[in-house]
T-cell receptor, first 114, second 112 residues
């Protein structure tokens, strides 16, 4: 079955430290891949997306993600976290042939300590 | 440019009451979606409309109905609300071939 897994429910990092949020998907072909961020009480904002081409994609707010086909992964990274990055992060996938329906992971809540 | 507008932002219902959540987009997008968000479960698709005049069930459609009124508007109706429908509801739209969803700001619904 097609699925998206974010294995880390909650992550705490210190301000200025690097960050990596994990995302894996289960699917035979290459899907379209997205990362969204949600601040408390807010809607979802697109950070970045991958359709094809260069497997390292740059997004907004200094985030990047790398698609690794062999690992069925699309991990989100940031070299130096700011306190304002505290939020919930969702990996999402469009599995081709599914009428553009986004399937979300369960999310990773990021806490940033000063 | 408002993007995707949802109303209301907050609502409290009693069990058995009905209500309609409204969603409108001004980006000329073909596809529209309704998701619900529950703690620890991410967002789950309730219904979607790939184009004007069509609607289809998503992952969790039970207890809901939808109407694609025109290209701009996609409403979600709860005919007889249940406490299990307490959630945050998000409407989204996407343009053809872009897969770039735009989300509304959400409706926080509590059923008591």
């Amino acid at each position: 079955a097609q699925s998206v897994t974010q294995p880390d429910i909650h992550i705490t990092v210190s301000e200025g430290a690097s960050l990596e949020l994990r995302c894996n998907y289960s699917y035979g072909a290459t899907p379209y891949l997205f990362w969204y961020v949600q601040s408390p009480g807010q809607g979802l904002q697109l950070l970045l997306k991958y359709f094809s081409g260069d497997t390292l994609v740059q997004g907004i707010k200094g985030f990047e993600a790398e698609f690794k086909r062999s690992q069925s992964s699309f991990n989100l990274r940031k070299p130096s976290v700011h306190w304002s990055d505290a939020a919930e992060y969702f990996c999402a996938v469009v599995f081709t042939g599914t009428a553009s329906k986004l399937t979300f992971g369960t999310g990773t809540r990021l806490q940033v300590t000063l | 440019n408002a993007g995707v507008t949802q109303t209301p932002k907050f609502q409290v219902l009693k069990t058995g009451q009905s209500m309609t959540l409204q969603c409108a987009q001004d980006m000329n997008h073909n596809s529209m979606y309704w998701y619900r968000q529950d703690p620890g479960m991410g967002l789950r698709l309730i219904y979607y409309s790939a184009s004007e005049g069509t609607t289809d069930k998503g992952e969790v459609p039970n207890g809901y109905n939808v109407s694609r009124l025109n290209k701009r508007e996609f409403s979600l109706r709860l005919e007889s609300a249940a406490p299990s429908q307490t959630s945050v509801y998000f409407c989204a739209s996407s343009g053809q071939g872009t897969y770039g969803y735009t989300f509304g700001s959400g409706t926080r619904l509590t059923v008591v």
